[in-house]
C-alpha cells in the first residue's frame, strides 16, 4: 500500500478527520487522527497490518508486541500475517508491563507495533519490557509515524504513513484567524 492509498482508508473510514481541533496539549490543529476507526473494520484493519507485515517480514521476528490499547489488534493481525504468535503490554500503576501470563523467552527475537507514534514514548516503554526479560527488539512497525520520521529507536523502523500534523499555539492559529469552529475531539490518543 503507497502512503496516498492509505490517507484514502483513512479518510474513509474516519481516521483523519480535518477541521479545526483542540490537542489534548492545548494546541489547536487542522487534522485530528483516531486509528482505532480503521481498526473497528476487520478487513480494513487487515489490509494494513497486512500491507505493514510486509515491509516486518524480513527482520524474521519471532514474535509481536504492541502496547495497549492501540496495538493489540494491530500486533494480533501483524502476528498472523506472519505466523508467529501476538501479546501485547499495558500498563500497571503507570509502568509498562506484561501481565495476564504472557512470557518473554530469552533470546525471542519481537518487533513492536504502535497503530500511531507521536514522540515514540510507548514504543520505547514496550522495548524496555522485551529486552528487560532477555528479548531481542529487531524492529519497531508504525501505521502512522506522525513525527515524520523524526523517532529514532536504534533499530529499523517502518511506517505505512509518515505524517507530520501541524499544531499551532491558540493565539497564532491561523483557522482561529479566519473563525472555524473549534471542535475538542471526542476521545484519547490520535
Ligand atoms: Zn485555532
Keep these: 500500500m503507497n502512503a496516498g492509498a492509505v490517507i484514502d482508508l483513512f479518510r474513509e473510514t474516519g481516521v483523519l478527520i480535518e477541521g479545526h481541533f483542540k490537542l489534548t496539549s492545548g494546541r489547536h490543529s487542522p487534522m ?3 486509528c ?3 481498526m473497528q473494520h476487520p478487513r480494513q484493519a487487515a489490509r494494513l497490518a497486512g500491507a505493514l507485515a510486509e515491509t516486518l517480514a524480513p527482520l524474521g521476528a519471532d514474535a509481536v508486541i504492541g502496547p495497549a490499547m492501540g496495538g493489540i489488534i494491530l500486533a494480533y493481525e501483524v ?3 506472519l505466523g508467529v504468535r501476538a501479546i501485547f503490554a499495558e500498563r500497571q500503576d503507570g509502568t509498562m508491563t506484561l501481565r495476564r501470563g504472557f512470557r518473554i523467552e530469552p533470546g525471542e527475537r519481537f518487533v513492536v507495533v504502535e497503530d500511531a507514534v507521536s514522540t515514540g514514548g510507548s514504543v520505547r516503554e514496550v522495548m524496555n519490557v522485551v529486552t528487560e526479560r ?3 527488539v529487531v524492529g ?3 501505521l502512522v509515524d506522525r513525527s515524520g520520521g523524526k523517532t529514532d529507536f536504534g533499530v529499523p523502523a517502518h511506517s505505512l504513513l509518515s505524517l507530520t500534523v501541524p499544531s499551532y499555539a491558540p493565539p497564532e492559529c491561523p483557522l482561529c484567524r479566519e ?3 473549534l471542535t475538542l475531539p ?3 490518543s490520535g
Design 32 to 34: 485530528f487522527l483516531q
Design 134 to 136: 532477555g528479548g531481542e
Design 140 to 142: 519497531v512497525g508504525m
Design 79 to 81: 502476528g498472523r500475517v
Design 179 to 181: 473563525g472555524v469552529p
Design 186 to 188: 471526542k476521545s484519547g
Design 36 to 38: 482505532s476507526q480503521v
